[in-house]
């Protein structure tokens, strides 16, 4: 009778503990969603927002072609397109949209970390407040042609990194099927997408690193995995033909001035929006004309950033075991392996603004949270 009880009484807890769970996860998301929509009320369109909503009044046909601006996008552009050609440039209807993909997007991430811990609601708690309240994300609340892209990239790979650690775990087909899809929406709406694949693989080898109490060694658990890599791997192979195939090479530079251009976007997107992230940051923005805000960050500014960031670090590689491989993974590789790409193939002989408009590192967010919940419930 008295492990029946233990039993009862463990059981009642453990209703308690997710009821409890799941009240803060929605109060968290409704905060984000409050200050985003405060944020997307507040704006308007821009630049790029503008060209798009004309491109879509000249084309009559539902997919208005693959890539704009060197970005190889057909599922972005087609729902581009038909928001401009049945609400036009209505801002409010536009702000709306950017909400309820905000919302979409939460709730891929809240997912991802129940899927990784679903016995730990601490850990799913950490990782719901890290991306509620991370800045990174907030160019794709006020801008939005930024959305089309960064938004289904953010929940693809919230769900692509998830469906892989319980493929290492379980070895269930449907981790596969969900985790193939949800990459591939990704990759129609932006080319930054390739890199969801090896993001999975690699956040999954660390946390079979960090859990060995899964049961299985972490080769064991990558070949259980070895399905969705092979599938993620010739989708990626594909897209990247195409991408090839429609778009236009970068423009022609000195390989110099490219690598140069393409450090020091690196050196930016780190010391002028990343590390103050982790204190809140970039608390200036300022905008010239009808460009996108930039970031303007002082010195001063960053050091709240420093000690945050190395303090968070240093607790977690304290209190769990290797927890150093997964924080550099989505500290500095994850957005260096990410962002190189992309400053590379936006490099000209004029200063790049591109890293302080936060608009390519939205997606860093999604692993910071998921690195927090693998953290928060290692043993």
């Excluded at 409050?34 to 009559?60: N, S, T």
């Excluded at 709730?107 to 708690?125: D, E």
């Excluded at 919230?158 to 990459?183: K, P, Q």
């Excluded at 970068?250 to 930016?268: H, I, K, M, S, Y």
Aim: with cysteine.
């Amino acid at each position: 009778m008295s492990g029946v009880s233990a039993s009862l009484a463990f059981a009642r807890q453990w209703r308690l503990r997710r009821r409890w769970m799941w009240t803060v996860v929605a109060a968290l998301l409704a905060v984000q969603v409050a200050v985003r929509g405060a944020l997307a009320w507040a704006g308007y369109f821009y630049g790029d927002d503008f060209v798009l909503l004309v491109k879509a009044q000249q084309h009559g046909r539902l997919l208005d072609g693959l890539h704009y601006s060197g970005h190889t996008m057909p599922l972005a552009l087609s729902v581009s397109g038909v928001f401009g050609r049945l609400l036009h440039a209505n801002w409010p209807a536009a702000a709306g949209v950017l909400v309820a993909g905000q919302v979409v997007v939460g709730l891929a991430v809240v997912r991802a970390a129940y899927v990784i811990a679903p016995r730990c609601p601490a850990a799913v708690v950490a990782a719901t407040a890290i991306y509620a309240v991370s800045p990174l994300t907030i160019a794709a609340a006020a801008w939005a042609s930024s959305a089309l892209n960064s938004l289904p990239m953010q929940s693809a790979l919230a769900t692509t990194c998830a469906e892989a650690i319980a493929l290492c775990r379980s070895g269930r087909r449907r981790h596969v099927a969900i985790g193939t899809t949800a990459t591939v929406l990704g990759l129609a709406c932006t080319e930054k997408a390739l890199i969801i694949g090896p993001a999975a693989l690699a956040l999954a080898a660390v946390y079979l690193v960090i859990n060995p109490s899964v049961g299985e060694s972490v080769l064991g658990g990558l070949r259980r995995g070895r399905s969705l890599w092979g599938v993620l791997a010739g989708v990626s192979v594909v897209w990247a033909v195409v991408i090839g195939a429609t778009t236009v090479n970068p423009a022609p530079l000195p390989l110099g001035v490219r690598v140069r251009q393409t450090v020091d976007g690196l050196v930016a997107a780190f010391w002028q929006t990343l590390v103050p992230a982790w204190a809140g940051g970039p608390w200036r923005w300022v905008r010239m004309g009808p460009a996108t805000p930039w970031a303007e960050v002082t010195a001063a500014q960053l050091l709240p950033g420093v000690i945050i960031g190395v303090g968070a670090a240093a607790i977690a590689m304290a209190a769990v075991r290797r927890a150093w491989m997964l924080w550099l993974l989505a500290v500095v590789v994850y957005p260096a392996v990410s962002l190189a790409p992309v400053y590379w193939a936006r490099a000209s002989p004029a200063p790049m603004a591109l890293p302080l408009t936060d608009r390519a590192q939205a997606d860093t967010a999604v692993l910071w949270a998921l690195a927090v919940s693998i953290t928060v419930a290692a043993p």
